[in-house]
């Protein structure tokens, strides 16, 4: 009997173990199955949206077929006095003083273009016409044609020249505003005197400024290499569609080291219609210069706010003057939008003179709103980057 009953009581001791078992494991088995569950939704809920990604293609060649007879070689040729070169005495100390006899010398360059237009108009680089006294322009299929400059803007390194033909193959002009960061860039040009060369990479960044390089920054990086010879060629998307004008490399040695910079195209279209029109670019003035608003200026003008352009001096008799802007004022938006320094003087200067705009503007402690009609910035060669003002506008 207690034989029994000890029988009895493990029996019913290890039916109730295994059934506790069997009830903890299926607990455990749904938290983990909710466990395992939880952190895809919540990073489901936490990424943020993402364009879908697509496949690289096998080959770009469709795109550079049919862009690349679209993108010219420039040959420049300008006179300049040899007075105007660098010169070593090739005497050294036996003949002190010595200078070569002042003549004249023809001195050659080489440039690339887009060909925009199917009578003639080409966008290329100011740096590589600036000055020319003749123009030569090869055209894929090898022929060679005479151009002239319609116009040019230093400001942004643009110009815009004319060869006389008609039916020219030309590239179809992309949207620069939707450029990001990532995507697949060729850039297309004549670099080091080869002859059409393509060159892929991504866009690295956009939006550059603050370079010191032209007066007007906005530039779209990229790791496409771009090299001497590159200048004024064309950066198109997978699409063959031109997002910008390949102006300038960062580098140490000279060549590239995956640091270039195109002129975004929204920027050429706006100069080039200016250029086609009137020869000229004309921009709107506020009237003042500036500097970009850091931590340690904010704290000590006493404003809040994560950027801005502080005045630093007020033009006399320029609309900022005249519409009750002071030194030390802290512009933080125009028109509705947050700025900083580069991107007011890119505002303003692609305004036409009379335009009036609404600028919201920190005093202190006060937020203060004023409505200026800019005037037109004068022509001159004086850059507005100016060690001892900060940027004009």
Known sequence: MIRLIRYQTWLIAGLMLLVGSMAGGAFVGASMVHASRAPESAIAAAAPPVREAVSMPATFAPVVKAVLPAVVNISSTKVIRTSELPQDNPFGDLFPGFRMPDRPMRQQGEGSGVIVSADGYIVTNNHVVDGATELTVSMADKREMKARVVGTDAKTDIALIKVDARDLPHVVLGDSSKVEVGDIALAMGNPFGLGQTV???????????????????????????????????????????????????????????????????????????????????????????????????????????????????????????????????????????????????????????????????????????????????????????????????
């Open 199 to 393: 060159t892929m990479g991504i866009i690295s960044a956009t939006g550059r400024g603050g370079l010191g390089i032209e007066d007007y920054e906005d530039f779209i990086q990229t790791d496409a290499s771009i090299n001497p010879g590159n200048s004024g060629g064309a950066l198109v998307n997978t699409r063959g569609e031109l997002i910008g004008i390949n102006t300038a490399i960062l580098s140490r040695s000279g060549g590239n080291q995956g640091v270039g910079f195109a002129v975004p195209v929204d920027l050429v279209r706006h100069v080039m219609t200016q250029l086609k029109e009137n020869g000229a670019v004309t921009r709107a003035r506020l009237g003042v210069y500036f500097q970009e608003l850091t931590p340690k200026l904010a704290s000590a003008l006493g404003v809040q706010a994560p950027k801005g352009a502080v005045v630093t001096e007020i033009v006399p008799d320029g609309p900022a003057s005249k519409s009750g802007l002071r030194k030390d004022d802290v512009i933080t938006a125009l028109n509705g939008q947050a700025i900083d320094g580069r991107s007011l003087r890119n505002a303003v200067g692609s305004m036409m003179p009379g335009s009036t705009i609404n600028l919201k503007v920190l005093r202190g402690s006060s937020e203060r709103n004023y409505s200026v009609t800019l005037d037109r910035m004068p022509d001159d060669t004086q850059r507005a980057d100016s060690p001892r003002r900060g940027r004009r506008g």
